[in-house]
């Protein structure tokens, strides 16, 4: 019998893609010889256009890259800037970033882990779940600074806008609530026979494998090393706080879901510390109208989905000279295709799911 | 460690290569740098890629090596010059595989070619362009805004 | 003369009569999963067509059989095109010997169980026509993989059915329901388990979560029907939901008595115990993940298998013992 390899183009449309991502995959039946990823389709040259715009008109711009988690991003081009022009945010403005950037963590590790449930055939009820807690985030949000989704709330100096004693009435609502809905996904997936025969042992991600393809966030702490930007090199006022980094055993595609898990009740604990520790004052400093950046910064924070790094390069002009976006994601999705080589296209798709990649950080 | 007594450690180990230290980090020869990231890599446990990417100066090229240490909690950012009608260095994708997509990526967007890069094409712009759009002498279609004075 | 064209005649209104409730079935029953999933995921389903969306359904057939026919480029038209047929008109047939009261059924054939299950399995040759012909690799894996699972679950499915065969004595589907009058069969301990299998292989029969692995929309975007569009499609969607009920009438109808209940008319009692089965099936599909197809595999020969092999030998030495 003749047999031959088939070869099947798995997006740029596809469902279990998260985006326009495409894998061309080799086939030997249904298992996996060869996978090469091809990106580039949601490619807006914001490095270019970071050349083109001052610090502060580049904000924006921030938001449009990991669009599930755009405080973050935010978070993490602000404090590079502030880092190279010397500028110190306020205290108020420093308590106000943890809790909207941990808030944000939640409501993207809620997205993560309900595709990758959907990517495991669960049909669309953890997602369903997931969107309901998610919403209260996002209103919490779109009360803060007007928008639900590309925020433009973390300004170079501080914050866009103060918290009202509504949107602090919110939050401790959505931590009471939130510590019970959590156990929820517990029952639903988490100890779940068939979520667990599915993601146990699938696409394991080793210390050495995870350090040199560089994967960073819930997938490097999934092969149990212990590196959280947040407690290692602490920014903000995260070294103030109390908070646990949850680790995996085995760095399979459940130990990745299960730390997002126990990220987001870490999370939890943050907000609530922070919002009882919160200083009154400015929530922004006094800054000048024009920056003329000069020299250079490397600067990381921990966004949902590992390192995100920002480098910037000046030299004395109102625009920068150079921005290199690091994008945790395009580290990510780069171990992809040594990850799943020899495992079937179902397994293939769980752990695609469990690395939770979002296009718009890796094309930039 | 910090990143001063790596210098000296590494004009220890190798006296040949010009490792020299700057404000903005340590700029090594083209011609060192398999033996340099090599030393890092083996030597003084620098285990992880964490970001590569490029300036254009206008004339010559930097790329800029994010290399960090877990051991040593420290981030070492090295760079190589190239001159802009000489644009090869070697690959440190043996090392790290992390570099694999940084360095397509430079490769894409400022026409760095690495040697030894066992899949150097494009990865965000259409296979088959010629240009390279970050480099600052491209003409984009779009409107490019002039600094405020 | 006479008496014959008059047969012929009530046979024909009869035929007319499944075939309506055929149509109208599978478009209560797309509407009723809508209102069931909405309900497990907080949210309302369907509203604006009608009392709670009672109308959506209608407003999709509209839909679907205004919609344009696309046929690929390289497909094997003919294969192609008598796919869908080959998968409705099979779940059309069954109906034939569905025993929905006392004489409320086309013809109760002596062998209706055993031609309920035959006709059924013809399904997956059209399930498998459509991979093929539609020329699209994802369409190629979902049909492999439906090929596969249909006939591996047949085995379990057929020997839990053989139990109640030989517990009743009968083939005729009325004549299971008789049996059953002293007593539904699901309460005796080894047609329980019987049932069981019953249940979990028929569900995988009509690829539905958690053993949904050939229409796997994460993996193989809609699996073997992803090319067929407007009516065709229609008919895949339509075999579906009949199948689905089939499967469901047919476990009411072994295991639960059938039409068999005190007070209410008979066939509201079958639909009942059908309509039951399938919310439960329903709830399920809403809840679960799906499994792997190696997984599945392995659970239907190395578990089921031997498990109703088992229960088929314990039966007949029960039944030699009570003489």
Request: include cysteine; charge should be neutral; charged fraction near 20%.
């Amino acid at each position: 019998m003749v047999t031959e390899e088939l070869i099947v183009n798995m997006g740029p449309q596809h469902p279990s893609t998260h985006g326009v991502l495409y894998l061309e995959l080799k086939l030997d039946g249904e298992i996996i010889v060869e996978c090469r990823p091809n990106i580039g389709y949601l490619h807006r040259s914001i490095e270019k256009i970071a050349e083109n715009r001052t610090l502060v008109q580049f904000v924006p711009f921030t938001d449009r890259l990991d669009y599930l988690a755009s405080m973050n991003d935010n978070l993490g081009f602000c404090l590079a800037a502030e880092k190279l022009l010397q500028i110190e945010a306020p205290a108020r403005a420093q308590y106000l970033r943890v809790i909207v950037a941990e808030l944000n963590r939640i409501a993207s590790h809620l997205l993560a882990i309900s595709t990758f449930a959907q990517d495991l055939g669960a049909y669309a009820t953890p997602l369903f779940f997931a969107m309901r807690d998610r919403q209260k985030v996002v209103q919490i949000f779109d009360e803060l600074c007007g928008q639900r989704l590309t925020y433009n709330y973390i300004r170079i100096g501080g914050v866009a806008g103060d918290m009202t004693p509504e949107i602090a009435r919110m939050i401790g609502e959505f931590v009471l609530y939130f510590r019970k809905m959590v156990n929820d996904y517990d029952e639903l997936l988490t100890h779940n026979i068939i979520f667990k025969v599915r993601s146990k042992g699938i696409g394991i991600i080793s210390k050495e494998f995870a350090l040199d393809y560089a994967v960073t966030g819930p997938s490097l702490r999934a092969s149990g090393f212990k590196w959280d930007v947040r407690k290692d090199e602490p920014y903000l006022v995260y070294d103030k706080f109390d908070f646990d980094v949850p680790v995996g055993a085995n760095g399979d595609a459940w130990d990745r879901y299960y730390v997002r898990i126990q990220e987001m009740r870490e999370s939890l604990r943050i907000i609530e510390q922070a919002m009882g520790a919160i200083p009154e004052g400015d929530p922004v400093a006094k800054v000048n109208k024009v920056f003329r950046p000069s020299g250079e910064v490397y600067m990381r924070t921990e966004s949902p989905r590992g390192d995100l790094g920002f480098y910037i390069v000046g030299t004395g002009e109102t625009f920068p000279y150079r921005l290199k976006i690091r994008a945790p994601s395009f580290s990510n999705i780069a171990a992809l295709a040594p990850l799943i080589k020899g495992l079937n296209v179902s397994d293939a798709v769980c752990a695609l799911g469990s690395l939770d990649i979002v296009m718009g950080e890796i094309d930039r | 460690m910090d990143i001063a007594a790596l210098v000296q450690e590494l004009q220890k180990k190798a006296p040949a290569a010009g490792v020299e230290l700057t404000p903005t980090g340590v700029v090594i020869r083209r011609d060192d740098v398999p033996l340099v990231f090599g030393l890092l890599k083996g030597e003084f446990s620098f285990e992880s890629l964490q970001c590569l990417t490029a300036v254009d100066r206008k004339g010559t090229i930097e790329v800029v090596y994010h290399v960090y240490s877990f051991t040593h909690r420290l981030m070492a950012v090295l760079k190589v010059v190239l001159a802009m009608d000489d644009l090869n260095v070697a690959s440190v994708n043996g090392l790290w595989s992390s570099a694999n997509w940084f360095e397509r990526e430079v490769y894409d967007l400022f026409g760095v070619k690495f040697t030894g890069h066992p899949d150097l094409r494009r990865i965000l712009n259409p296979e088959g362009w010629t240009e390279h759009p970050l480099r600052k002498d491209f003409k984009g279609a779009g409107v490019v805004l002039k600094p405020v004075k | 003369m006479k008496p014959f064209l008059m047969e012929i005649i009530w046979l024909v209104l009869k035929g007319i009569m499944a075939l309506t409730f055929v149509a109208v079935s599978a478009m209560f029953l797309i509407w009723f999963e809508r209102k069931v999933s909405a309900r497990v995921q907080n949210r309302m389903g369907p509203m604006i067509t009608g009392f709670h969306g009672a109308l959506q359904s209608v407003a999709d057939t509209v839909k679907l059989l205004l919609k344009e026919n696309i046929v690929p480029t390289g497909a094997d038209f003919v294969v192609w095109w008598l796919a869908p047929f080959f998968v409705a008109v099979p779940a059309i047939m069954v109906f034939v010997c569905m025993p929905f009261g006392p004489n409320a059924i086309v013809c109760d054939l002596n062998v209706g169980i055993l031609f309920m299950c035959s006709v059924t399995s013809v399904s997956v040759l059209g399930i498998f026509m459509a991979g093929w012909g539609s020329s699209n690799k994802y369409s190629l894996l979902g049909g492999m993989r439906s090929a596969a699972q249909i006939i591996s679950y047949e085995v379990p499915l057929l020997l839990s059915v053989l139990v109640v065969v030989m517990q009743a004595g009968t083939l005729s589907m009325q004549g299971i329901v008789h049996a059953q009058e002293t007593g539904w069969f699901f309460l005796k301990p080894n047609l329980l388990l019987a049932f069981i299998i019953y249940i979990i292989a028929a569900t995988a029969e009509v690829n539905r979560v958690p053993f949904d692995i050939p229409e796997a929309e994460s993996e193989l975007v809609a699996g073997y029907h992803t090319e067929y569009s407007g009516m065709k499609f229609a008919m895949f969607f339509v075999a579906e939901y009949t199948n689905f009920f089939i499967i469901a009438a047919i476990a009411s109808t072994l295991f639960l008595g059938g039409w068999l209940g005190p007070v209410a008319p008979s066939p509201v009692w079958f639909l009942l115990k059908a309509y039951g089965i399938i919310f439960i099936l329903m709830w399920v599909r809403w809840t679960l993940p799906r499994l792997r197809m190696d997984q599945m595999m392995s659970f239907a020969w190395k578990a089921l298998t031997p498990l109703a092999l088992l229960n088929v030998l314990v039966t007949g030495w029960l039944l030699v013992i009570k003489g």
